[in-house]
Nanobody
């Protein structure tokens, strides 16, 4: 059974940085897409970063591009979301997710329905 555990959330001032971690276990996919989503109070869940295992290609929406960056530590089966220049609008619960499809375009087009396994989330609060 795939398990994803997020950590690293917390309270940070606007302009600050946080690094979220997603530790995976029971993971046997040869090729896959990892993504980070977030859900702010009263809003729908939205994707903020995707990475393909096959070539490391990534996608970030305009709202976070240039501020957020995905990376992975294959040896630790852990993925990271580095978040810089944080804004109060970034306040949300952040989730990592995985699907055994390495092609980003179809996965991204499906939003959260494109992902099969989810963590429980970690809360990020950005104060102004």
């Amino acid at each position: 059974e795939v398990q994803l555990v997020e950590s690293g959330g917390g309270l940070v001032q606007a302009g600050g940085s946080l690094r979220l971690s997603c530790a995976a276990s029971g993971f046997t996919f040869a090729d896959y897409t990892i993504a980070w989503f977030r859900q702010a109070p009263g809003k729908e869940r939205e994707g903020v970063a995707w990475i393909s295992s096959t070539d490391g290609s990534t996608y970030y929406p305009t709202s976070v591009k240039g501020r957020f960056r995905l990376s992975k530590d294959n040896a630790r089966n852990t993925w990271y979301l580095q978040m810089n220049s944080l804004k109060p609008d970034d306040t949300a619960v952040y989730y990592c997710a995985v699907v055994d499809t390495p092609e980003l375009a179809p996965v991204i087009s499906m939003g959260d329905e494109g992902m099969d396994h989810w963590g429980m989330g970690t809360r990020v609060t950005v104060s102004s």
